[in-house]
């Protein structure tokens, strides 16, 4: 607990000539939620990209657990732990619900689409996905398609799919992106919960301040490719500089 279990070393990216990810060093402990906040265009999902592998910096580099996790794929990465979520519903629209979760169990083991038609022969990923949709209340709803759903719960599923591999570590990139009050809430509630009950380090890019402040324990505020100020969301609310170049008035 509260060990550094993901950091960078002096991480850069340009797209071009553009700077997204300026020489930044971030750290994340263990065991607790953190949040990166910042205005649009700041970094935040570059920065994931390039922590999970979806990206490769141009320099700098990335320790897991101490360990040089720079130059992984994706793939690599979900196999040493590390999923993420997108901010660009990233579901299976024609799958089932059922199905969508069972995938990353299944890419887990090495197995493909082809393989849904035998996940009785998988009993440990059937019983997983049981597991995890009944935790997000989407078991009843568990042979329809995924497309369907309420945008709420289709958020819920995304969720469901990043921490199927109980990974130790899960990026969530604006997960209540695009719900109403209600859906945020219960998404909310089923981060802290997730984060309560699992062993599961959490990091979460958000743009509602209420989410942040009370779901996060740690506050990374990004701006221009660099981090303009981390701390305790207490911290973080007072911070004149943050205040005044992201939140505004609304803090
Ligand atoms: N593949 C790319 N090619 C060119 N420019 C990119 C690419 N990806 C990101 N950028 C640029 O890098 C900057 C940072 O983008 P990024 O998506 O990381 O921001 P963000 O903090 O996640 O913003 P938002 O809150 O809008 O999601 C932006 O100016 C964006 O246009
Ligand atoms: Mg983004």
Redo the contacts with the bound molecule.
């Keep these: 607990m509260d060990e550094v279990i993901l950091r960078s070393e002096r991480l850069t990216k340009s797209?071009?000539k553009?700077i997204?990810i300026d020489n930044i060093d971030l750290k994340f402990k263990s065991g607790i939620i953190t949040s990166i906040i910042?205005?649009?265009?700041?970094?935040?999902?570059?920065?994931i990209?390039l922590l999970t592998g979806a990206l490769h910096p141009d320099k700098g580099k990335v320790f897991f657990k101490d360990k040089d996790i720079t130059s992984l794929t994706p793939d690599q990465s979900v196999k040493h732990g590390i999923t993420r979520s997108f901010?660009i519903m990233n579901i299976f629209p024609m799958l089932t619900v059922l199905q969508n979760v069972e995938l990353p169990l299944l890419s887990l083991l090495g197995k493909n689409l082809k393989w849904f038609y035998a996940v009785s022969r998988y009993r440990d990923v059937a019983e997983e996905a049981e597991k995890i949709l009944r935790e997000l209340s989407l078991w009843d709803k568990r042979n329809k398609v995924a497309g369907e759903l309420s945008h709420g719960d289709q958020r819920a599923l995304e969720m469901g799919m990043a921490i199927a591999p109980k990974p130790e570590m899960c990026f969530l990139?604006?997960p209540s992106s695009g719900t109403n009050p209600l859906e945020r809430a219960s998404i909310l509630e089923l981060i802290k919960r997730l984060a309560e009950e699992g062993s599961t380090t959490f990091v979460i890019?958000e743009?509602d301040m209420d989410v942040v402040f009370s779901l996060s324990d740690w506050t990374i505020v990004?701006n221009k490719?660099k981090v303009l100020a981390e701390g305790e969301p207490d911290e973080i609310r007072q911070n004149k500089e943050v205040v005044e170049i992201y939140l505004g008035e609304e803090v």
């Design positions: 797209f071009g553009f997204a910042g205005p649009n265009g700041a970094g935040k999902t570059t920065a990209n901010q990139d604006e890019i743009h990004m490719g």
